[in-house]
């Protein structure tokens, strides 16, 4: 006899973000880590898949998490694996389901977003929205235009993110003194439209048709999750609330208790001392084979002046032995454009000389200002180089998407190395709201180096790594799919 499986989202908040697509064209889910976000989320891709003309796509504005272990791609396996003659196509990232519906996965952030062209969805999710810009949220709209005569609609997960613009787009939602959503407001609709790139709001549609009369209302409901709302996920991981509560003071208010109000500006600076390990560099070069990867990172300055930024040049590398970021070396200075070309040379004969097990592999570079000619000059004479193009438009919020890698401790510096002590002070005087602190000597707040290091630790480089291959056995493990299996979805009708 065939086996019937019932699939549905707990009871609560997770059930109304699943039906939430019947009364409100954008749906944001979230507040705060483990409430259930990402399992609702692929399941509200699921109620449409009997019908073959159903497109939906999730979006992820970090490819690596997208893809790796407890991501997105590996929530929807669990629960889309269970449908008889549903297939994933690995290689381009969809499930096609026995309709012919498609279920696609695609990393999407602002360099990237022109690539969406030609795509028609009829449901779109973003997973983590803080992860992207607002231009290229509000693009992906262009592309919700589906066949399939389903409702069109978005769903988004996110996290607490003080400078992000999803804190002001939830503002109505959330309270302004304490940080924490209003309860009575969570589950509510609004409805907004957006005029020269601002957004204008009203508690009914027919007040913005009034107002506005050329433009087409969308109406937005915010739900608050909180991990007690996951009850199935306590069950098997009780320990999970410990786990939250072990956070610094910033990352607890904000991933435990839901704060939008707080970040690491209020307790002062964002980076410290403590958070860096060190190592001793002249012991690490005489261990063969220790480092396996290195690279340079250039974050470049147009002017010269006393008042002016700096050029940096970082010299990173990784082992084969852990997972951490080694800062070998980093030159912090004021430098004219035509002197810039002999010290990359200079650096780049150096240390490749000195790491002859693992040579850098070229030149990282920012593509802006002086940059552009930089990566030319660079390129033709021969050196490998690389243009490094940001997600994030402001350096907080570059810094937020690394910053739990030098939290844990994850970023190793050289000892007794003269430039560490000014490298240490100026991440110890960046703050989040971008007002740093002076550091001795200066006219001006500085933050090349750290914007540096943001750099070295960013997807676009760390993705570009090929694996290492370090023997052992290439065997897989083939599992089976029990295919006589019935699945019944339980599709919420109304609340």
């Given at each position: 006899m065939s086996e019937i499986i019932t699939i549905s989202p707990q009871e609560g908040k997770q059930s109304l973000f699943v039906a939430s697509h019947q009364v409100a064209d954008i749906t944001v889910y979230g507040g705060s880590a483990g409430g259930g976000k990402s399992w609702g989320l692929c399941f509200?891709?699921?109620?449409?898949?009997?019908?073959?003309?159903?497109?939906?796509?999730?979006?992820?504005?970090d490819k690596s998490s997208l893809f790796q272990g407890g991501g997105l791609w590996d929530e929807a396996n669990k629960i889309y694996?269970?449908?008889?003659?549903?297939?994933?196509?690995?290689?381009?990232?969809?499930?096609?389901?026995p309709s012919g519906a498609e279920i696609h996965f695609r990393y999407l952030d602002h360099n990237n977003k022109e690539k969406l062209k030609g795509t028609q969805y009829d449901f779109i999710g973003f997973d983590e929205l803080t992860?992207?810009?607002?231009?290229?949220?509000?693009?992906?709209?262009?592309?919700?235009?589906?066949?399939s005569g389903i409702k069109s609609h978005v769903k988004c997960t996110t996290n607490p993110e003080k400078n992000s613009w999803v804190r002001d787009f939830l503002d109505w939602w959330i309270d302004p003194i304490t940080g924490y959503a209003i309860p009575e407001r969570s589950g509510k609709i609004r409805w907004f439209v957006r005029v020269g790139g601002n957004f204008f709001w009203a508690n009914t549609k027919e007040e913005?048709?009034?107002?506005?009369?050329?433009?087409?209302?969308?109406?937005?409901?915010?739900?608050?999750?909180?991990?007690?709302?996951?009850?199935?996920?306590?069950?098997?991981?009780?320990?999970?609330?410990?786990n939250l509560q072990m956070q610094d003071a910033v990352e607890y208010a904000k991933l435990c208790l839901g704060n939008w109000n707080i970040d690491h500006?209020?307790?002062?600076?964002?980076?410290?001392?403590?958070?860096?390990?060190?190592?001793?560099?002249?012991?690490?070069?005489?261990?063969?084979?220790?480092?396996?990867?290195?690279?340079?990172?250039?974050?470049?300055?147009?002017?010269?002046?006393?008042?002016?930024?700096y050029t940096t040049i970082g010299l990173y590398a990784k082992s084969r032995w852990d997972k951490n970021w080694y800062l070998v070396n980093m030159i912090r200075k004021r430098i004219r454009f035509d002197e810039l070309l002999k010290i990359v040379l200079s650096e780049w004969t150096h240390w490749r000389e000195i790491l002859s097990d693992a040579p850098p592999m070229g030149f990282y570079v920012e593509d802006k200002q002086t940059g552009q000619s930089l990566i030319d000059l660079i390129r033709s004479i021969g050196v490998p180089v690389f243009a490094l193009r940001t997600?994030?438009?402001?350096?907080?919020?570059?810094?937020?998407?690394?910053?739990?890698?030098?939290?844990?401790?994850m970023?190793?510096?050289?000892?007794?190395?003269?430039?560490?002590?000014?490298?240490?002070?100026?991440c110890e005087c960046f703050r989040a709201d971008l007002e740093h602190s002076l550091m001795r000597g200066e006219t001006k707040p500085h933050d090349d180096q750290v914007d540096n290091l943001v750099y070295a630790l960013c997807d676009q480089i760390n993705n570009s790594f090929k694996p290492l291959k370090l023997g052992g056995s290439s065997d897989l493990l083939a599992v089976s799919r029990n295919n006589n299996r019935k699945i019944k979805l339980n599709i919420l009708t109304d609340y």
């Open positions: 509200s891709a699921l109620q449409f898949v009997d019908n073959p003309n159903y497109r939906g796509v999730f979006f992820r504005g694996s269970k449908f008889k003659g549903a297939k994933p196509l690995q290689g381009d990232e969809i499930w096609v389901f992860e992207y810009t607002i231009d290229t949220f509000t693009y992906a709209f262009s592309r919700l235009r589906g066949s913005l048709i009034q107002e506005y009369p050329s433009f087409y209302p969308k109406s937005v409901m915010f739900i608050r999750a909180s991990v007690e709302d996951n009850q199935e996920m306590l069950k098997m991981n009780p320990e999970y609330i410990a500006s209020s307790y002062g600076s964002c980076i410290k001392e403590d958070d860096f390990s060190w190592y001793n560099l002249d012991t690490t070069l005489q261990r063969p084979g220790f480092f396996t990867q290195s690279y340079f990172v250039v974050d470049t300055a147009s002017k010269i002046n006393s008042w002016n930024d997600k994030q438009k402001d350096k907080y919020t570059r810094l937020c998407a690394v910053q739990g890698y030098i939290k844990n401790q970023v190793m510096l050289p000892q007794s190395k003269n430039w560490t002590k000014v490298f240490i002070e100026e």
